[in-house]
């Protein structure tokens, strides 16, 4: 008869833990992409043009062109910069979107082609040759 190693409540703690750690990562990711967003982009928002400065620009978001919020190439090409209401905007109209494909009928053929031109087959390929040489 052998008796299990004490305490059941560890697993719990460490669970809250990788959490916490997940969560923090993720932050600095995003704040990673956003500091950089910023170096790159003027401070406007990409929508009504409103300006930022250093005091307001806590309210100018990164929003991510694919909504892919992994996909940072460093030339900035997935991301616009977007006030917080035009951000909500944004998402809105792409939810409402969504929602509409999921209950409609599907024109299968324009998604595809949307798909298509924000998807770039080659520039996977580039990289590659780019480090095999
Ligand atoms: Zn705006
Ligand atoms: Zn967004």
């Given amino acids: ?18 959490v916490a750690d997940a969560r ?3 932050e600095q990711r995003e704040g990673g ?9 003027p ?16 309210q100018l978001t990164v929003h991510h062109r694919d909504h892919n919020h992994d996909n940072n190439p460093p030339d ?15 998402h809105q109209r792409q939810l409402e ?10 024109d299968k053929s324009a998604g595809a082609a949307a798909a298509a ?4 087959p080659f520039a996977d390929l580039a990289a590659l040759l780019k480090r095999g040489k």
């Fill in 24 to 26: 923090r990562a993720r």
């Fill in 1 to 18: 008869m052998t008796s299990p190693p004490s305490g059941k409540t560890p697993d719990h703690a460490r669970l809250d833990r990788v």
């Fill in 43 to 58: 401070w406007i928002c990409g929508r009504c043009a409103r300006e930022f400065d250093r005091a307001t620009v806590v």
């Fill in 117 to 120: 031109a924000t998807h770039k």
């Fill in 33 to 41: 992409y956003r500091e950089r967003a910023l170096k790159i982009y």
């Fill in 97 to 106: 979107q969504a929602q509409g494909v999921a209950a409609g009928p599907v």
């Fill in 76 to 90: 900035g090409s997935n991301w616009e910069l977007l006030c917080v209401y035009c951000h909500d905007n944004e």
